[in-house]
Structures are given as structure tokens and as C-alpha cells.
């Protein structure tokens, strides 16, 4: 039987660098995503492969509402396998390609 409690993913770190709430993604997605999925994503809890992409997607929406347009050009879309640490193809070495951009963005919220 599969492990089910994974800790803490990726996601939850950098939701927490990107000034980003639950209720933000949930506002945002137009998947009838809920609190209850986000926080499950966020502290390891396995999902499936079609869930990982719905959060992923609300994930990258919420971000690119806080972009101006010069940045929307550089921004960098995440997929799943950089959001959570048991996603097939995941890279623990992975190396954060908007970390300019976030900076830019959380200095002027």
C-alpha cells in the first residue's frame, strides 16, 4: 500500500515565496477547485495526476494576475512535477527560473 502523507510539497514553499493564499487559487481557478484540495496539496497529501494538474493551473493563473505584461513575456510556467515532490519526473535540484519576477512582484504587493 502506497504511503498517502507525503509532508510538505514544493507547492506549499512556493505558494508561501509568491505572497499566495488558498482562497486566491480558489478564486481564480475555474475548475470548482476547493480550500480543502488546495491544503491537502500543500502538506502531502497523494493526489492524482489529473489533480496535481488542476492545482498546478490555479497555481500559475494566480500568479500571472500579478504580472504586468513585460513580465507575463519572461514568466516561466511551472508544471506539476515542480509543485509536488512524488510527481513523475520531479527534480529536487530543480532551480526556481522566476525568481527575479517574484521578487519584482512580492516587493511592490
Do not use: C
Request: no cysteine; proline share 3%; aromatic share 10%.
Amino acid at each position: 500500500m502506497e504511503e498517502r502523507d507525503l509532508g510538505p510539497q514544493p507547492l506549499d514553499t512556493m505558494m508561501d515565496a509568491w505572497d499566495m493564499s488558498n482562497n486566491q487559487m480558489v478564486d481564480v481557478s475555474t475548475e470548482q477547485l476547493t480550500h480543502k484540495q488546495i491544503q491537502r496539496a500543500r502538506k502531502g497529501r497523494r493526489l492524482t495526476l489529473k489533480m496535481m494538474q488542476k492545482v498546478t493551473r490555479a497555481f500559475n493563473v494566480t500568479i500571472w494576475f500579478k504580472l504586468n505584461d513585460e513580465q507575463k513575456e519572461a514568466y516561466f510556467e511551472y508544471m506539476h512535477k515542480h509543485l509536488f515532490n512524488y510527481a513523475k519526473g520531479f527534480e529536487a535540484d530543480f532551480v526556481e527560473p522566476n525568481e527575479a519576477i517574484r521578487k519584482q512582484v512580492t516587493a511592490s504587493e
